[in-house]
């Protein structure tokens, strides 16, 4: 940590693949998902055939933190898209597989404890998470995440999951496209945990994003805000360095979430910046269910120009919030 020095470097995978899954550690043990690069047996799926059949991720490996050496990997019958590994804290994880399922597995082996829920048939590129009341959190489409809705009118569901066994304690549809990850906290006028969920059907000119916000128990909805809409063909920020971005050998799109992930501060009020480039504080500070966004006791928004991605989250400290869009920090001190 000191010097930067290279400790160690393991090769997981066998390809490059178009999601963006986020290595993770826990009791010395550093856990991600890469592409093995055998063929694919999931053809009902078209989003795994974007790039051949290497678009999506289908094996999550441990390694050993200290050496790098690999520990265990596991299959999951359904490949990851953005996979990211929520820790429990009890020597066992949770993650998502692209169809919503939820899987809590062994940290020091990988073995599976249970599996339950999903859509089979479906995709989407946000992943679950855990709250700290013991309950797990995971979003799912009814298609393919491109505005295909159920025979309900629903484009997909947030589910809870009761992290000892599995059992679902509810589900709520959304109007729009859940491709994101839930966050669980305190909300501004709201009792116990509330689960915040950024949603909306992203690189679609036209197509608004929202935020929702439920009780974390029971699912009853809080409040929703109604975002902006994408404004052109592309998310802000993403034809303006697509050549900048070619020239130094990286993907010239980002293509991203609806919304980066959410963050919530110790006074209930929640940060998300979207595709659009807009940068929120929000709070339902009335009460009334409903985020204004004309009303600065209730939401206030930076404009960057630049999308934020659905890897990258607010870092909140004491007197200090920091937020990355897809081309630079941004840094607020009080």
């Given at each position: 940590m000191e010097t930067g020095k290279e400790l160690w470097s393991t090769v997981v995978g066998a390809s490059k693949t178009l999601n963006f899954g986020q290595a993770a550690a826990h009791d010395e043990v550093v856990i991600?998902?890469?592409?093995?690069?055998?063929?694919?047996?999931?053809?009902?799926?078209?989003?795994?055939f974007v790039s051949g059949d290497k678009a999506a991720d289908d094996t999550i490996t441990g390694l050993n933190a200290s050496s790098g050496s690999i520990l265990w990997?596991?299959?999951?019958s359904l490949p990851v898209w953005n996979f990211a590994a929520s820790f429990a804290g009890d020597g066992t994880y949770v993650f998502q597989d692209l169809s919503g399922a939820v899987h809590r597995s062994f940290v020091n082996n990988g073995s599976l404890i249970w599996k339950a829920g999903g859509?089979?048939?479906?995709?989407?590129?946000?992943?679950s998470t855990i709250g700290l009341n013991g309950i797990v959190y995971s979003v799912a489409n009814y298609g393919m995440g491109m505005k295909i809705l159920s025979p309900g009118g629903a484009a997909g569901v947030l589910s809870a999951f009761r992290l000892d066994d599995g059992k679902l304690l509810w589900s709520r549809n959304t109007a729009k496209p859940p491709n994101d990850v839930p966050v669980v906290g305190h909300l501004h006028g709201q009792n116990g945990y509330s689960v915040v969920l950024p949603a909306g059907q992203q690189c679609v000119k036209g197509q608004q994003i929202v935020v929702y916000a439920f009780d974390a128990s029971t699912g009853e909805p809080q409040w929703t805000f109604e975002g902006p809409s994408q404004v052109g063909n592309d998310v802000a920020g993403d034809a303006e360095g697509e050549l900048a971005r070619i020239a130094n050998g990286i993907r010239g799109k980002t293509a991203p979430n609806p919304w980066g992930q959410a963050a919530i501060d110790k006074d209930g009020t929640v940060f998300v910046g979207g595709e659009t480039g807009h940068f929120f504080s929000l709070r339902d500070a009335d009460g009334d269910g409903r985020v204004n966004a004309q009303d600065i006791n209730e939401a206030s928004v930076f404009e960057t120009g630049a999308a934020f991605v659905g890897s990258s989250s607010p870092a909140i400290a004491p007197g200090l919030l920091a937020a990355a869009a897809q081309d630079r920090l941004h840094v607020w001190r009080w």
């Open positions: 991600v998902a890469s592409n093995s690069g055998h063929p694919s047996p999931h053809a009902f799926n078209p989003m795994l990997s596991f299959t999951p859509n089979p048939g479906s995709w989407t590129d946000g992943h």
